[in-house]
């Protein structure tokens, strides 16, 4: 790979407490260890407004400068992994505003990893939004249930070899694509 692959994350959750935000921390990690330069977009942290219409297309000029920021590292990023638990059998509201904040510009072409906790059916929503935005969900995917994690000092942390052997697959795969979409 030419330049190191930059790649953004949001967690879907905004619990202080949160497992799909462990399960981004792991997958950041892992990304690292293999080259990539990560950078997490906490939502709890760095909220965002409601998305506003008055600025589909053009989140540059959105008058929330947490909304320009997040535009600016999602134009840098090469690829982009979205996680989310499951919220009424679909992903976070929070996390569809994110994306709505957003648009093609930032996502067009780019390869996507998806990552739910607690079940399938908030992935497989996402990989139909993702492709409106032009966006390539790659094949694999990660889904966490509670039992995979132990509770730690500063929260949960993954406690099970067969979700990190997937993790592992799944970062390889992502940094594949990125290799091969730049024609690295
Ligand atoms: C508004 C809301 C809706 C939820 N809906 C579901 C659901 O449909 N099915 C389910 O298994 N869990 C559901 N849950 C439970 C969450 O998936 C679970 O608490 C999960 O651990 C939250 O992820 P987090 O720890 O990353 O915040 C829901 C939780 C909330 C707050």
Not at 37 to 60: F, H, K, N, S, V
Not at 69 to 91: I, K
Not at 157 to 180: A, G, K, P
Request: charged share 20%; hydrophobic share 40%.
């Amino acid at each position: 790979m030419t330049t190191k692959a930059r790649v953004l994350l949001i967690p879907g959750s905004i619990g202080r407490l949160s497992y799909t935000r462990a399960a981004i921390q792991v997958i950041a990690q892992t990304l690292e260890v293999r080259g990539a330069e990560t950078r997490i977009w906490d939502l709890a942290e760095m909220p965002l407004p409601m998305a506003d219409p008055e600025y589909d297309g053009i989140p540059q000029h959105n008058p929330d400068a947490n909304v320009r920021e997040l535009a600016r590292a999602a134009n840098e990023a090469d690829a982009f992994v979205l996680a989310t638990p499951v919220y009424h059998n679909s992903y976070t509201g929070v996390l569809k505003n994110a994306l709505d904040c957003l648009g093609d510009d930032q996502f067009a072409g780019k390869p996507i990893g998806l990552v739910g906790h607690q079940g399938i059916q908030p992935v497989d929503h996402l990989r139909i939004v993702v492709r409106s935005l032009g966006a390539h969900a790659i094949t694999r995917q990660v889904v966490t249930r509670k039992q995979d994690f132990a509770s730690g000092p500063d929260g949960y942390v993954l406690n099970s070899e067969t979700l990190t052997h997937r993790i592992n697959v799944f970062c390889d795969e992502l940094l594949d694509w990125v290799r091969r979409f730049r024609g690295d």
